[in-house]
Nanobody
Framework: QVHMVESGGGLVQAGGSLRLSCAASGRTFSSYTMGWFRQAPGKEREFVAA????????RYADSVKGRFTISRDNAKNTVYLQMNNLKPEDTAVYYC?????????????????WGQGTQVTVSS
């Protein structure tokens, strides 16, 4: 199975930036679609962004368009989420996920492997 570890979360003031990283194991990483989801307390896990293996096909939730950027470095088996102009409503645990189907799905059920999450807290 694929193991993934998120890092880069923390506490930031509104308007600030964070860059999340997700390091994945497995030599087949480059063939996976990778996604980012987030979950706030009492809320359903929410789609944030996804990127196909080639890096040229991306999808974003409307709530983060223009502020967040997803990217990947297949040589490092790593996917990134650059988060700019953060807002208090971005506060959540952020998870990376891998979809062996190879499409930029926004559905949680499409993803086969999940990391343990990293906390992002944005203060007012």
């Amino acid at each position: 199975q694929v193991h993934m570890v998120e890092s880069g979360g923390g506490l930031v003031q509104a308007g600030g930036s964070l860059r999340l990283s997700c390091a994945a194991s497995g030599r087949t990483f480059s063939s996976y679609t990778m996604g980012w989801f987030r979950q706030a307390p009492g809320k359903e896990r929410e789609f944030v962004a996804a990127i196909r293996w080639g890096g040229g096909n991306t999808r974003y939730a409307d709530s983060v368009k223009g502020r967040f950027t997803i990217s990947r470095d297949n040589a490092k088996n790593t996917v990134y989420l650059q988060m700019n102009n953060l807002k208090p409503e971005d506060t959540a645990v952020y998870y990376c996920a891998a979809d062996t189907g190879g499409y930029t799905s926004s559905s949680r059920s499409a993803y086969d492997y999940w990391g343990q999450g990293t906390q992002v807290t944005v203060s007012s």
